[in-house]
């Protein structure tokens, strides 16, 4: 099964934003209190930023358990937030199939409930049959369970004598016991309405601490998923503690549907083209960012095409701060949307040249993070093949941040490529002259182009620098014609630019 993200790039990035509102201690406690650490996240302008950044991670984007401790974090931000921006965080929930609920809890949706009331009704009927079903708290009783879920505290009570949820199910459930077992499903303050409410609780009720005979579990499993999978979804071991399955629910499909905007066209502003593709950028006005468009030219023939997509694949693929993001390929004009960047390479350097704020010591920070991506790549046993000062891309930020993106793989290879050309015909911008055939294309002369780039970085020249034994070494080294001359892996590169102190 196809692994997938259940919260969307540009969904983290505006809680992410969100984030220069909240006080350092207030973010360390929210992420700590789900369980999680801080890891090696990217650099922004703001410290707050950096530091989300940092638990963010730490996160598992395609693993439900991971996830939805991070809804528990964003339920937090929201709480804190302006009346205003919790209006525009649920408007972006909303829009990536997420809601938040009375009680303020964030759920997944998807793109509208799938899970139709035959289909409850169907697992009402078999929880009611089953003596496991009935008592879905298991070895619990209500009250407690319900708190593995929810915050019974914070919620409504429907008895007036009782002033939360919390009284209000203990007094029903266990000092009266006189609320029929399926109370709880016809309940609108649990939500159970929702798929994704549901299928959390259904799959909470096989938790190892809730029940702890291993054949009542399997039957469980076995007669839910019988009424789920027809809705597309199911029940299935993600994990183990103690010896112990732990349960989560999947998607039955490999992608989850996006809500498109409803009745909403958006105009193309052109900028840019190449020999494959034009590229354009519109404004999304729900998330007030730009966003590029990439759509195949018409003209391509099916092997073109099919590297068109290739080259989407491939980003995709790729999870670095140093590579483009790609959101998602339209079938129907063979196009998809993708990161915004604000500059070239070259047009950056260009209008940065001269200027008394554009020093060492920041040529030194972007020449870092291109290598920084250029080795993620090798890692990943990605060659790019046509590095060049417009195929690698500046995002600019407040107080003069900047952050490079590697783009533009319509000539990658790797190790599993089927596309690439075998003959001798020879692609890209910046080519090495030891190499006689594109299909021979290797590392090292990747690390060619590597020392050119470089060079432009530090000194705005597009001729490469040679001279002296420091910038001029490294790039000696990089576009030596003796091939045994070159570096050999790209951390000797990164290390030998750390060190250095001028050009």
Same mark, same amino acid.
């Given at each position: ?145 319900? @708190?593995?879920?929810?915050? #019974?505290? /914070? ?5 007036? %004598?009782? +002033?939360?949820?919390? $009284? ?126 990439? @759509?195949?030219?018409?003209? #391509?023939? /099916? ?5 068109? %997509?290739? +080259?989407?694949?491939? $980003? ?188």
């Amino acid at each position: 099964m196809a692994s997938i993200e259940y919260i969307p790039a540009r969904l983290r990035s505006a809680f992410r934003e969100q984030a220069r509102g909240i006080v350092m201690h207030d973010i360390e406690r929210m992420w700590q209190d789900e369980g999680f650490a801080p890891g090696s996240g990217q650099s922004f302008s703001g410290v707050r930023m950096s530091l989300w950044s940092d638990y963010e991670a730490s996160v598992r984007w395609s693993d439900w358990e991971h996830v939805s401790r991070v809804l528990r974090v964003y339920e937090g931000a929201i709480a804190m937030a302006t009346p205003d921006d919790r209006e525009r965080l649920a408007g972006l929930l909303i829009r990536e199939g997420f809601r938040v609920g009375k009680a303020g809890r964030i759920e997944y949706v998807g793109a509208g409930n799938r899970i139709t009331e035959v289909t409850r009704t169907r697992i009402l009927e078999y929880l009611e049959k089953t003596s496991g079903g009935r008592n879905w708290a298991g070895r619990f009783d209500p009250p407690e369970f319900l @708190r593995r879920l929810y915050d #019974l505290a /914070a919620m409504p009570s429907e008895d007036p %004598r009782f +002033e939360n949820a919390e $009284l209000d199910v203990w007094q029903h459930c266990v000092n009266n016991d006189d609320w029929d077992f399926d109370w709880v499903f016809n309940d609108s303050r649990f939500e159970l309405s929702s798929d994704g409410m549901l299928l959390r609780f259904l799959a909470e009720m096989l938790h190892p601490a809730v029940r702890t005979n291993p054949e009542e579990v399997a039957a469980l499993v076995g007669g839910l998923n019988e009424a789920l999978r027809p809705d597309g979804y199911e029940l299935y071991e993600k994990s183990t503690v103690s010896g112990r399955p732990l349960y989560a629910w999947r998607n039955l499909q490999s992608t989850i549907a996006r809500l498109e905007k409803s009745g909403r066209d958006y105009a193309l502003k052109s900028i840019g083209e190449g020999s494959y593709a034009h590229v354009y950028k519109y404004k999304d006005d729900e998330y007030g960012m730009h966003v590029a468009v990439k @759509r195949a030219r018409r003209t #391509l023939n /099916a092997t073109e095409l099919a590297r068109f %997509r290739a +080259e989407f694949d491939v $980003l995709a693929s790729l999870s670095s701060p140093y590579v483009l993001t790609v959101y998602r390929y339209n079938e129907s004009d063979n196009s998809y949307a993708m990161e915004y960047c604000d500059y070239a390479l070259g047009k950056y350097i260009e209008e940065n040249n001269n200027k008394d704020n554009f020093g060492f010591a920041k040529r030194k920070r972007i020449a870092l993070q291109f290598l920084y991506g250029i080795s993620y790549l090798a890692v990943k046993e990605v060659l790019h093949r046509d590095l060049s000062f417009t195929n690698v891309l500046v995002k600019t930020y407040d107080a003069g941040v900047v952050q490079v993106k590697l783009s533009d793989f319509g000539l990658h290879k790797t190790q599993k490529s089927l596309l690439t050309r075998t003959g001798t015909e020879m692609k890209g911008t910046i080519l090495d002259p030891t190499l006689d055939s594109f299909k021979d294309y290797s590392l090292a002369n990747e690390i060619y182009a590597v020392g050119h780039v470089l060079s432009f970085i530090f000194t705005g020249r597009k001729a490469p620098h040679v001279r002296g034994e420091n910038l001029g070494r490294v790039v000696r080294r990089c576009t030596d014609l003796n091939l045994e001359a070159r570096y050999k892996i790209l951390n000797e590169i990164i290390n030998e630019v750390m060190g250095l102190t001028e050009v």
